[in-house]
């Protein structure tokens, strides 16, 4: 196996003979039985989940950072985002999504990148921009949200990485490199203003 092989980010699926135990509202089991190398079986299991976006949202030089209140949970940051429905391509999710929680929508998007959370979990995560956002309607919010929507600047932004009720745990990578290297700091930049 050469290093390129080892360190490819290969999204999880599931094999053929995978068996769904367990329907949920959110949440599907597979399991499967699987040869193990010394040539015994055991039960494999895996979760497979919609899809979801987040939606980095720029508002002019801003920013869009949401307080969110859920039933049963904390108060959190987060971006616009949400799940992608049966049949909704990704783009198309993050359009209605924008909408929906924001009130703002733009013709300007680009797809940043897929990133794949858990290998035991079939789910990618699309993560979009959104320039040139401009405020159309109210939000129209789900009967369990509760979504204030606030503009930030691109440093507050970066030091969202600092941030423990920042919920977008896959940017704060991107996010640190930002704020301890200048260089990759104004990358994120114009990768995000263009």
């Not at 869009?64 to 999710?93: C, N, T, Y």
């Not at 929508?105 to 921009?129: E, G």
């Not at 789900?142 to 507050?156: Q, S, V, W, Y």
């Amino acid at each position: 196996m050469n290093k390129k092989e080892l360190t490819a980010n290969k999204p999880p699926k599931l094999p053929p003979q995978a068996q769904c135990v367990f329907t949920g509202t959110i949440f599907d089991v597979y399991q499967w039985q699987q040869k193990m190398f010394d040539g015994t079986t055991e039960t494999f299991e895996k979760l497979k989940r919609p899809d979801t976006i987040q939606i980095i949202a720029l508002v002019g030089d801003k920013i869009m950072l949401q307080e969110q209140e859920q039933p049963g949970e904390a108060p959190f940051l987060s971006l616009p985002g949400g799940r992608v429905d049966k049949g909704e391509e990704p783009r198309a999710a993050a359009e209605r999504e924008l909408l929906e929680e924001t009130g703002y929508r733009t013709a300007d998007w680009f797809l940043w990148k897929q990133t794949n959370p858990h290998m035991k979990i079939v789910w990618t995560v699309h993560t979009y921009i959104a320039r040139h956002c401009v405020y159309v309607q109210p939000p129209q919010l789900d009967a369990g949200e509760k979504i204030t929507t606030n503009l930030i600047p691109f440093d507050d932004f970066i030091n969202l990485c600092h941030n423990e009720n920042f919920r977008e745990g896959r940017l704060r990578t991107d996010l640190l490199y930002a704020y301890f290297d200048a260089k990759k700091k104004q990358a994120l930049y114009k990768k995000l203003f263009g």
